[in-house]
Each structure stands twice: as structure tokens, then as C-alpha cells.
Nanobody, 127 residues
Framework: QVQLVESAGGLVQPGGSLKLSCATS????????MGWFRQAPGKEREFVAA????????HYPDSIKGRFTISRENAKNTLYLQMNSLNPEDTAVYYC????????????????????WGQGTQVTVSS
């Protein structure tokens, strides 16, 4: 059974930082392209970050670039999202997502491209 389990989010003050993790049961983890998405109240789910199975290529939308960093530890089957300079517009439920790829160098950035999803974790940015 495939499991993707995000760490607890929480309440963060504007300008603060938070690191999310996504522990998975995926094997071999290096053959899964991974991504983070988020969904704010009343809005559609949006792309936040993506990383190849090898971990050497990442991608972000312009609204995120420079503030968030996606990374992974293949030996621990775990994905991370370091979020810095958080602002209230970053408040959302954050989801990790996975897609099996035959190559470790494939980048997936669309919701439809992923077939495994975590349950989501709430991140609230507020003073």
C-alpha cells in the first residue's frame, strides 16, 4: 500500500520559516518524481515545487522561487519543503505528490502528472 505522510504544519508568523517533510513507502524512492502542491480556501490547488528522482533538478513557479526549497533524501524515502519568508498568502493545505518514472531525471509539474498524494497538512501564516 502506497503511503505519503506529510509532517504536521502549523501556525507561523509572517516572515517566519517552516520545513515540511513527506515520509513515503515508495520503493525505489529514487524512481519517483516528487512534488508539492497547495490549496488555499476557496482556491484551486496550485503547484509549489517539483524535483526529479535523482534530486538534481528542481522547478518552482515564479511566485515561490527564491523563498521555498524542495529537496529529498532518497536513503530515507523522504521529501522536504523548506519555506522561508512566509506571508499570509502562503496559508494553505500543503500536499506532497509522487509519480513513478523509469528514469530518475524526469520532472513532473502538473497535478495530472502525479498519481499518488498525501493527505495534506495545514500551514497558517498569521500574526
Amino acid at each position: 500500500q502506497v503511503q505519503l505522510v506529510e509532517s504536521a504544519g502549523g501556525l507561523v508568523q509572517p516572515g517566519g520559516s517552516l520545513k515540511l517533510s513527506c515520509a513515503t513507502s515508495l520503493r525505489p524512492f529514487s524512481h519517483y518524481a516528487m512534488g508539492w502542491f497547495r490549496q488555499a480556501p476557496g482556491k484551486e490547488r496550485e503547484f509549489v515545487a517539483a524535483i526529479t528522482g535523482s534530486g538534481d533538478v528542481t522547478h518552482y513557479p515564479d511566485s515561490i522561487k527564491g523563498r521555498f526549497t524542495i529537496s529529498r533524501e532518497n536513503a530515507k524515502n523522504t521529501l522536504y519543503l523548506q519555506m522561508n519568508s512566509l506571508n499570509p498568502e502562503d496559508t494553505a493545505v500543503y500536499y506532497c505528490a509522487a509519480k513513478f518514472t523509469s528514469s530518475t531525471r524526469v520532472l513532473v509539474t502538473t497535478q495530472r502528472g502525479f498519481n499518488y498524494w498525501g493527505q495534506g497538512t495545514q500551514v497558517t501564516v498569521s500574526s
